[in-house]
């Protein structure tokens, strides 16, 4: 399932482009819903369908005026437009400006005092909630440092507060607020606490099983990252012997990715390249149909690399994620992490910090 060296100044410039998180903007004045997606079937380029909305954990159904019905996975979603929520005709527009202006602690406040009005409609009551925990991760995304530190954690706690209200209630936004909570963890450094949250998207009611074991990966991912490759090894056995777990494509493909990885940092040697390894991942790449397969094995070698003190040959990799194979924003977000504390290690202060800088620019686009 497809869930996401080139020219030195095309690696050293210009920022990817990139899609915000899933949004749900409410009240658009039109019969039917509208629905902004990444779609598998043109490279993940971004399309758009108009119809009525049918949702579900894994994504939403949309049934345009001619019947024609168009899946669209959570995972894929950027915008959905509603063309009727009760009770939002009069703070609507409100809520738009202020996320038009990319201000989000107003936005965030706007939500929180709809919120607390407890809006009767099931309907208009998730989608303000929804809407309040984006904007506060959004306000926290928008620190560094210390205050990053200090402001995130109650971020991630109203996200996995989300997640765990909706996770039986069929509610498509549970995938991409797990996915934000997990990232914020991830660049804390928390990759326990990150493979956690994937654990508990993991069992979510109604999630189809190919995004239960995408859910599965992401937190055996976390754990390679941990370094806890005593766990991490067992724990991909036992997913690549699950019960329905597709024997070939693109689970299949990071499937072997990690296990290779996770075998080679087993047996890292410092400042030596795990040879077997690359072999093994830089094969998947290049036969893979899946760009966003690319981004993660590019990444996870990236990480490899890092963990055998390797970092020129680990920026180089995640350099391919931020300026190539770059359709999955999740993954640009954990190459731009790791090319910070690459540059540090080399000792290149400037383009460290440039990339520190950029950060702040990729979770916002």
Not at 75 to 81: E, F, L
Not at 166 to 186: C, D, G, I, T
Not at 288 to 317: C, K
Not at 336 to 365: N, P, S, W
Request: proline fraction near 5%; charged fraction near 30%.
């Amino acid at each position: 399932m497809r869930i996401r060296r080139f020219a030195l100044v095309l690696l050293v410039a210009g920022l990817a482009t990139l899609s915000r998180p899933p949004q749900a903007n409410g009240q658009g004045g039109a019969a039917f819903d509208s629905v902004k997606f990444r779609n598998p079937k043109k490279d993940y380029q971004e399309d758009r369908v108009l119809g009525a909305v049918q949702e579900t954990a894994g994504g939403i159904k949309v049934t345009a005026a001619n019947k024609e019905v168009t899946e669209v996975a959570a995972g894929n979603i950027i915008a959905v437009d509603y063309g009727n929520l009760p009770g939002m005709d009069k703070i609507i527009l409100d809520l738009r400006a202020a996320e038009n202006q990319g201000n989000a602690a107003k936005a965030r406040d706007l939500y929180a005092a709809e919120v607390k009005k407890n809006p009767a409609d099931p309907k208009t009551k998730k989608f303000l909630e929804y809407r309040e925990a984006y904007w506060t991760a959004r306000t926290a995304d928008e620190k560094t440092g210390p205050a990053l530190q200090a402001e995130a954690p109650a971020a991630v706690a109203k996200l996995i507060g989300f997640v765990q209200e909706y996770s039986k209630k069929n509610a498509w936004e549970v995938w991409p607020v797990a996915h934000l909570a997990a990232r914020m963890q991830f660049e804390l450094g928390k990759y326990t606490e990150a493979g956690a949250i994937y654990s508990q998207l993991a069992k979510v009611e109604g999630l189809p099983p190919e995004m239960k074991f995408d859910a599965k990966l992401s937190e055996t991912e976390m754990l390679f990252r941990s370094g806890n490759t005593l766990t991490t090894a067992p724990a991909l056995e036992e997913l690549s012997k699950a019960a329905g777990f597709p024997t070939a494509g693109s689970l299949r493909e990071k499937l072997t990715i990690l296990q290779a990885a996770t075998k080679a940092s087993g047996e890292k040697k410092p400042k030596e390249k795990p040879a077997a390894a690359v072999k093994v991942i830089d094969d998947v790449i290049a036969k893979t149909a899946d760009p966003l397969v690319r981004s993660f094995g590019h990444n996870i070698l990236g990480e490899l690399y890092t963990q055998v003190d390797l970092p020129r040959e680990a920026m180089w990799e995640l350099l391919r994620v931020e300026v190539v194979d770059n359709q999955d924003h999740e993954e640009v977000l954990k190459a731009v992490i790791r090319l910070a504390e690459c540059f540090q290690k080399q000792g290149d202060e400037t383009r460290a910090k440039a990339y520190h800088d950029k950060l702040a620019q990729v979770k916002g686009a």
